[in-house]
């Protein structure tokens, strides 16, 4: 029923709109991806329009009404993200994953878990830019693709990791296919890319443990990685995402 809405959530994206508004994506734990807008909030007396930036961890009062867009009525900061801001890379790579989100869990279909999980990866890169001689600056691929990963399972499109994804086999596992879901068999293996061992063993680590263990790996292992998560989207999902990192600097 129309009326109004509290919950807390993820500033996926903010956008201008007419002369003072903004147009808001949002990511909420109970009601998934919700579009809302902040009517005069960039005007310099606008009591929480400084509240309503991209990557804000915000408890957010809303007026839903019969049209698409939520009003906004009020909102209090839990997290600004402040070290993030003020770092460049971290920046990029809040914005790639929470476009990752809002492009994988576009409805209001609930995902609390998506929701801790957004905020555990927006945490982690707040802290990783404390101060540039604590970043981890190796750490940032690994850590990206260990987020779509676990993406990936939340949206049950995780690959099949522990035997070949064709006919069951557990040995001999030396390639990836989107088609079939996950690992092959060299008998199974037309139609899959190469994936090296150490790649397999990302994969599973990256599932198996917490955002903030993401394991190391070589950068061709991590490549192979990251095409093992695209072409799993692009067969289950028809979707392409940004690369998970922008590498380059």
Not at 167 to 191: K, N
Request: with cysteine.
């Amino acid at each position: 029923m129309p009326g109004p809405v509290k919950t807390e959530a993820i500033v996926l994206r903010s956008m201008r709109y007419g002369e003072a508004d903004r147009i808001l994506h949002l990511y909420t734990p109970g009601r998934g991806r919700i579009g809302g807008i902040g009517k005069g909030v960039r005007r310099a007396r606008s009591r929480f329009g400084g509240r309503l930036e991209p990557f804000f961890r915000i408890n957010i009062e809303l007026h839903e009404g019969r049209g698409e867009l939520l009003t906004v009525t009020g909102a209090q900061t839990v997290d600004g993200h402040a070290r993030l801001r003020a770092d460049r890379r971290a920046l990029d790579a809040a914005a790639r994953a929470c476009d990752a989100v809002g492009r994988l869990f576009e409805t209001s279909e609930p995902h609390p878990a998506v929701f801790n999980l957004l905020c555990r990866q927006l945490a982690l890169l707040d802290e990783q830019a404390e101060g540039e001689g604590r970043r981890r600056p190796s750490a940032a691929w690994p850590g990206a693709l260990a987020f779509r990963l676990k993406l990936l399972l939340a949206a049950g499109l995780a690959p099949q990791l522990g035997a070949c994804a064709n006919c069951g086999e557990r040995e001999h596992l030396v390639g990836f296919s989107g088609a079939a879901g996950g690992v092959v068999c060299g008998a199974c293996e037309a139609g899959s890319f190469p994936l090296g061992a150490d790649a397999h063993e990302f994969m599973t680590q990256a599932l198996a443990r917490s955002l903030a263990e993401a394991p190391a790996a070589p950068d061709r292992a991590l490549a192979q990685v990251e095409r093992a998560i695209a072409v799993t989207l692009e067969h289950h999902a028809h979707m392409r995402l940004m690369p998970a990192t922008g590498r380059s600097g």
